[in-house]
């Protein structure tokens, strides 16, 4: 496509329901991150995924969060028994990858996320 | 925490020159990159730089490097209130080939 498409755009679910956020990046980047930002606050890295290496899930908060990637195209994050410190907004980004020499990130519009 | 290192707000008076400053890890980050975010907005890439340039000039935009203190700045020249937004400070961390953003600076024009 030609920029990273996120969805749902804005999600309210109820406190204990699991979402599923989706993420597609820009065709042929092989590196793609997602962040989470609070309102007023700056951004939390949660995971970056690249080529075919193991995912950095170090930002990842508890175990209720989980990210896959299918090869280099579409992402999910998913939060299970969500909780109200839970909403954000999700940010997706994805660039060519560092063996590219600039890596230029692309962000996609984020889906808000309420936990209700 | 973040790696990078940002302070957190700026207020500047419209038509001075606003200047952002960040604190980057990684002596070895090949480019390093500012970001703005305008409210309600995703981010966007404002400029960037090679670690071999200690400045880059873009219009009303000057960057500057300082490799030996790790320090990265952002000027912003005859500030508008069109610049009120959070700006990123980013690089890439070498290792693993992943951007490491700061926490960002929000900056705020007042007339």
């Known amino acids: 496509g030609a920029g990273v498409s996120q969805s749902p755009s804005n999600k309210v679910t109820e406190k204990g329901k699991d979402v599923e956020l989706r993420c597609d990046p820009i065709?042929?980047?092989?590196?793609l991150y997602w962040y989470r930002q609070r309102l007023g606050q700056g951004l939390e890295f949660l995971i970056y995924?690249?080529?075919?290496?193991?995912?950095?899930k170090s930002g990842l908060p508890s175990d209720r969060f989980s990210a896959e990637r299918t090869g280099e195209s579409v992402s999910t994050l998913t939060i299970q028994r969500t909780q109200q410190e839970d909403s954000a907004v999700y940010l997706c980004?994805?660039?060519?990858?560092?063996?590219?020499?600039?890596?230029?990130?692309?962000f996609g519009q984020g889906t808000r996320l309420t936990v209700v | 925490g973040e790696d990078v290192e940002q302070s957190l707000f700026l207020s500047v008076r419209e038509g001075d020159s606003s200047v952002i400053n960040c604190t980057y890890t990684?002596?070895?980050?090949?480019?390093l990159y500012w970001y703005k975010q305008e409210p309600g907005a995703g981010l966007q890439l404002l400029t960037y730089?090679?670690?071999?340039?200690d400045m880059k000039q873009d219009q009303r935009l000057t960057v500057l490097l300082n490799k030996k203190d790790k320090h990265l700045s952002l000027r912003i020249a005859d500030t508008q209130t069109g610049d009120s937004a959070i700006y990123f400070c980013?690089?890439?961390?070498?290792?693993?080939?992943?951007?490491?953003f700061g926490a960002g600076t929000t900056v705020t024009v007042r007339a």
């Open positions: 980013a690089e890439i961390i070498r290792y693993d080939y992943k951007l490491s």
């Open positions: 990684d002596s070895s980050s090949t480019y």
């Open positions: 730089i090679f670690s071999n340039m």
């Open positions: 995924f690249q080529g075919n290496s193991a995912p950095d």
């Open positions: 065709s042929g980047h092989t590196a």
């Open positions: 980004a994805s660039s060519l990858g560092g063996y590219q020499g600039n890596t230029e990130a692309f």
